[in-house]
């Protein structure tokens, strides 16, 4: 009870604790302050947005004016040299701090960078290396990209960097303002360059682990000392802002649109909405958690790289409101923490203990059934996996044949999925599938249909008893619901995501010898389609 009585107290203490800054905000005078963007107005920056709309910042005692950036202003020179009390910057902050720039990171808005490098689709231009001899146009604090390509053994002193222009027209520009490669954002540049038409492929530093926090929030250490109180209460609203953002998508590209001019339109703003979304992780940590062993291991990268120096530090770069807890106090919860739990478990161990030995033996078998459930499901879809494939197309065969029967396979492929995954990331990628896979198990819902995710992107649907026809009507079906589903791809013509389907269709008397054989002849028909231009069914001709 007494334990319960403390609990209570606490969770009331830090409730009040919480309100508290808040409620001062709200009696005293609104402290202005401007925030130094690091990029000009879209959606990257509708945390701000809507915080200023629904008073957000007001409620929290301040008077926040927002203050455009782009490819040639650097927000960390801005703050330092007082002309602003916050700006956005990303991991290269922790490079001007230990070059003794007095910034301090207050709050990491995305948990993963969408840093990359966005290069013209070129014959010659076939890994991040062949850059050497070429044109790389960058924007300033983007040393996570040189980290990205010192780690890949690019010669740096073989690559021409040359200034962002702000506009991946560059790639296809005229002259000497042409390049070959640009820094960008995987959430808006490979929307822009879609849009204009401009054939692009995708390096990411995340292909050689380098994961560092995105936009982080920033201020002065000279302001953070000062007025610790307000940046607190920066942080905080900005998060509100975001989580508004978050949840009221349309309204905010509405204010967007309406108050901020930016240079893209309702569509590009809406897409470059969902690619951010993936980079939050707010369903795992609050939006601008930071983790100072996190910190560390960038540190680690920017060292290996010859960004930092070996004695690097982090001392005085974050900031923490408050006295910091002492580290016995940690220490002394997590083993009171322990404990409290091996405690209880014993406890609940010793009462529990009858009763789980009479339930034993209905628990194994309904965990044996579960096991041989996933054990032919695919786990991201629900379909069914390679291996019941497998297994399934053999019986089908075999039942086709014993009872006179016609048996159709179907193998699928989305369109261009790795430019999917590559422009909008492996989250909307996984959604993705995930529909399709909906749209695939719709329509082969008769007991001797199913359908089965055989790859990454690839599916196979096998239907026992349809003539090839009805195989091409459904599979025609299956192809036009995809398009109808209207799920867009920023890295197309047409803008959507689409799916080619080869079907192998044999009568009852062409029945061959092993399944292999209706894999090759689908295998060979969605080839087919695919040469043909993609969003088509073909079916094989008969043998």
């Known amino acids: 009870m007494r334990l319960f009585r403390l609990l209570a107290c606490l969770a009331l203490f830090l409730s009040t604790t919480a309100a508290y800054p808040a409620s001062v905000g709200k009696a005293a005078k609104l402290l202005p302050v401007r925030v130094q963007l690091k990029w000009y107005h879209q959606y990257q920056f509708a945390g701000f947005y809507a915080a200023l709309e629904q008073g ?52 990491a808005i995305f948990q993963h960078s969408p840093f990359v490098i966005l290069a013209r689709t070129d014959p010659e231009i076939r890994s991040i290396r062949d850059l050497e001899g070429r044109t790389l146009m960058g924007e300033t604090h983007s040393a996570e990209v040189t980290a990205y390509l010192k780690k890949a053994g690019v010669d740096l002193d073989r690559v021409r960097q040359v200034m962002h222009s702000g506009s991946v027209s560059s790639l296809v520009a005229a002259g000497a303002a042409r390049v070959d490669a640009t820094t960008a954002y995987v959430s808006t540049e490979p929307v822009e360059a879609s849009r204009q038409g401009i054939p692009y492929q995708i390096f990411n530093p995340r292909e050689l682990g380098i994961d560092f926090y995105g936009d982080t929030l920033f201020t002065s250490q000279a302001f953070a000392h000062a007025h610790p109180e307000a940046v607190a209460a920066m942080r905080d609203a900005l998060a509100e ?58 540190a680690r990268v920017f060292a290996e ?50 009763r789980r030995l009479r339930a034993s033996l209905a628990q194994l078998e309904t965990a044996n059934g579960e096991l041989a459930r996933l ?55 996984d959604a993705c599938l995930r529909r399709i896979a909906a749209i695939l198990r719709d329509n082969s819902q008769r007991a001797s249909e199913f359908a089965a995710r055989v790859g990454g992107e690839e599916f196979a649907v096998v239907a026992c008893g349809l003539t090839a026809d009805e195989a091409l009507a459904q599979a025609e079906r299956m192809r036009q619901e995809t398009i109808s589903a ?20 044999r009568a009852a008397s062409e029945l061959p010898a092993s399944a292999s054989e209706l894999i090759a002849e689908a295998d060979a028909a969605l080839y087919q389609a695919k040469h043909e231009g993609r969003n088509r069914c073909v079916l094989h001709a008969a043998p």
């Open 56 to 107: 957000f910042f007001r409620q929290a005692g301040l008077d926040v004016e927002l203050i455009e950036g782009g490819p040639d202003i650097d927000p960390a020179a801005v703050v330092t040299s007082g002309k602003a009390e916050f700006g956005v910057g990303n991991s290269s902050l922790l490079i001007d701090f230990n070059k003794g720039l007095p910034v301090m990171a207050v709050a």
């Open 241 to 298: 802002g975001w989580r508004h953002a978050y949840h009221q998508q349309a309204a905010t590209i509405d204010l967007i649109l309406a108050k901020y001019q930016p240079r893209m339109d309702r569509v590009s703003l809406a897409l470059e909405a969902q690619s951010l979304y993936n980079l939050f992780l707010a369903d795992i940590v609050d939006i601008g958690y930071m983790s100072k062993t996190r910190w560390r291991g960038i």
């Open 305 to 354: 790289t010859g960004l930092l120096p070996a004695a690097y530090t982090l001392d005085g770069f974050l900031f923490e409101p408050g006295p910091p807890i002492p580290e016995w106090a940690y220490r002394a919860l997590a083993w009171a923490a322990l404990a409290l739990t091996l405690g209880g478990l014993l406890v609940a161990y010793i009462v529990s203990l009858n």
């Open 375 to 429: 054990s032919t499901t695919d786990a991201l879809t629900g379909l069914f996996n390679r291996r019941h494939f497998d297994a399934a197309l053999d019986l089908e065969l075999a039942r086709a044949r014993r009872h006179g029967l016609p048996l159709t396979l179907m193998m699928i492929d989305v369109d261009e999925f790795k430019k999917y995954n590559d422009a909008l990331g492996h989250p909307a990628g």
């Open 486 to 505: 209207g799920i867009a791809h920023p890295g197309r013509a047409d803008g959507r995501i689409s799916i080619s389907i080869g079907i192998s269709g």
